[in-house]
């Protein structure tokens, strides 16, 4: 069965601290592994996706990285912010179909204090 | 910046009635969709498109309907609300094997 397992659930860290998201995940066969950001009663918004052979990619003070033999990634947020409170959600795509199946993990809940 | 929008972004309104939840976007992409997510939960496919006059059921089983009669809508629409279909609804819009956009989700509440 496809899945997305996403961890922890919850985090909270202190503006200025690092932190690190994880994401397992069982979909096959593979396409691709994209985090997205998703405030508060909005819709997603896409921070980095990776293919195959990815192994890391960055965007900003969000850094992603994927092992596809292990079926892990994570993403690291560095010098956090106030306003990276929100959910961050891992969503793996396989390619499987003509559609590219959309898998969706449940998402961390991080919250950044002042 | 993504250029696909949701409306209303917020909808209260008594069971019963007849609700459709607008979605559009101008990237000109084929394939649309429609998520159902609660609060703190992960999103759940309801319907998507390939393209013009297509619509397919998602994952999970809904009691509402959708049409794409033009590349750049995708209504959803609820016949009879009920408490039950109290959630949030995101639509969203790819291109083959890229990232999916979303909208900014409508937040439906049945009274």
């Known amino acids: 069965k496809n899945q997305v397992e996403q961890s922890p659930q919850s985090l909270i860290i202190l503006e200025g601290k690092n932190c690190t998201l994880q994401c397992n995940y069982t979909v096959s066969p593979f396409s691709n592994l994209r985090w997205y950001k998703q405030d508060t009663g909005r819709g997603p918004v896409s921070l980095t996706i990776?293919?195959?052979?990815?192994n890391t990619k960055s965007n900003g003070r969000y850094t992603a990285t994927l092992d596809a033999d292990t079926k892990q990634s994570s993403l690291h947020i560095t010098a956090s912010q106030l306003s990276d409170s929100a959910s961050y959600i891992c969503?793996?795509?396989?390619?499987?179909?003509?559609?590219?199946?959309?898998?969706f993990g449940r998402g961390t809940q991080l919250t950044v204090w002042p | 910046e993504a250029d696909i929008y949701q409306t209303p972004r917020y909808l209260v309104i008594g069971t019963g009635k007849k609700i459709t939840l607008e979605c559009s976007q101008t990237?000109?992409?084929?394939?649309m969709y429609w998520y159902q997510q609660d609060p703190g939960m992960e999103l759940h496919l309801i319907h998507y498109?390939?393209?013009?006059?297509?619509?397919e059921k998602g994952d999970l089983s809904s009691e509402s309907t959708v049409s794409r009669i033009r590349t750049e809508h995708f209504p959803l629409t609820l016949e009879s609300a009920r408490p039950s279909h109290t959630s949030q609804y995101l639509c969203a819009s790819s291109r083959q094997a890229t990232e999916a956009f979303f909208g900014q989700g409508t937040r439906l509440t049945v009274v």
């Open positions: 498109s390939y393209g013009v006059n297509s619509t």
């Open positions: 990776m293919t195959f052979s990815e």
């Open positions: 969503v793996v795509s396989d390619r499987g179909s003509t559609l590219g199946r959309l898998y």
């Open positions: 990237m000109g992409h084929d394939k």
